[in-house]
């Protein structure tokens, strides 16, 4: 498969086209941002990282019977993956509260939930990515009725499969964001599942093993993602 234009550049992969319309190639760069750019830091090794994480959870959850767009990793830093039509909302699970949402409801960051909560954020830097419900997204035909009810369904689902896969390793899940796209008239998983986009806690200590550690200076970063890597036994060597 041969790379070819610069498609689009994000504040941590870019994506190019390829010499197949349906394929992309996802290039994860070292390239670290938080606060919607706003904090900004190159993080030596943490492209290869976060391929080889996300690699390793696409596959699982395909093999649990979740469509993704994930097709192969190619290089330390490129995978390919089939071209979705993204929709521009993003799926936030929470199976303990953190954030955004101890902020907001002024709830002590650390509160396991009884269930897990869903919310829904808009794709858009700029405006800081803010909470919109069911109605917002119906209103300004961002995803119908039908996709809003499979993004739910199906980030609720990635819950259930991933909860225990970290917790086998020691890990918890607290809480993690899903991006999905249109593949046809279906929905499939798209963007990345990686440190960058989830909270992860020594499930004994409650040490932060995710971005946190970027977002609040409390150094580490790569070295805790390579232990997320190890305790899942996500191969770190070709
Ligand atoms: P929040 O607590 O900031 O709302 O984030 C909830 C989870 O979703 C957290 O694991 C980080 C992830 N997330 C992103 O990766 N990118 C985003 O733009 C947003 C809003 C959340
Ligand atoms: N994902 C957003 C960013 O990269 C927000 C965050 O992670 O703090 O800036």
């Not at 010499?19 to 830091?41: C, E, M, P, V, Y």
Request: with cysteine.
């Amino acid at each position: 498969m041969k790379k070819g234009d610069l498609l689009y550049t994000g504040k941590a992969k870019s994506v190019y086209t390829t010499d197949q319309a349906d394929r992309l190639i996802l290039h994860f760069r070292n390239d670290t941002s938080a606060f919607d750019g706003a904090k900004l830091a190159k993080l030596d090794r943490k492209g290869e990282m976060n391929n080889r994480i996300n690699t390793f959870i696409m596959g699982h959850l395909e093999s649990a019977g979740i469509a993704t767009h994930f097709i192969e990793r190619i290089s330390a830093v490129d995978s390919v993956v089939k071209r979705l039509d993204m929709i521009k909302v993003e799926c936030v699970v929470r199976n303990i509260v953190a954030g955004s949402l101890s902020k907001r409801l002024g709830i002590e960051e650390g509160f396991d939930l009884d269930q897990p909560v869903f919310e829904f954020f808009l794709k858009d830097d700029a405006l800081h990515d803010p909470f919109i419900n069911d109605s917002h997204i119906r209103a300004f035909s961002w995803a119908s009725d039908a996709e809003i009810d499979a993004m739910r369904t199906l980030t609720l689902q990635v819950n259930d499969i991933l909860k225990p896969l970290f917790a086998n390793a020691g890990i918890l899940l607290v809480d993690f964001k899903l991006e999905f796209g249109r593949d046809g008239d279906q929905l499939a998983l798209g963007d990345e599942f990686t440190p960058d986009g989830c909270r992860l806690w020594d499930a004994k200590t409650r040490n932060k093993l995710d971005k946190d550690r970027f977002r609040r200076d409390l150094g580490d970063v790569v070295e805790a993602y390579e232990e997320v890597a190890r305790r899942l036994g996500v191969p770190l060597q070709d």
